[in-house]
C-alpha cells in the first residue's frame, strides 16, 4: 500500500510479445503530486512483486467506479 492511493486496479492488455501485461490504474487522494505518486507506485511495486506481476504501465485516473462492495468495477 502507498500513501496518497485511494483506490486502484489492476487489469492485464493485450500484448503480441507475451499475450498479456499486467496495467495498473491508480486513483490518487485529493492533492498528492500526480506524478510524484506515480514513482512511489513503481518503486513499491519493483520492491513488493515478482517481476511478471508488475505492472508495465501505471496510470493516474481521476475517478475508478466502485461497487458497494468496494470493489473496483470496470
Known sequence: QV???QAARAHGEPNPITGEVVVLD???EPSVDRESLK???QVA???EL???ER???VNV???LERSNEK???T
Open 3 to 5: 500513501y496518497g492511493v
Open 26 to 28: 491508480i486513483e490518487p
Open 39 to 41: 514513482e512511489k507506485v
Open 45 to 47: 511495486c519493483q520492491q
Open 50 to 52: 515478482n517481476r511478471y
Open 55 to 57: 505492472p508495465r504501465r
Open 61 to 63: 485516473v481521476e475517478h
Open 71 to 73: 470493489i473496483v468495477r
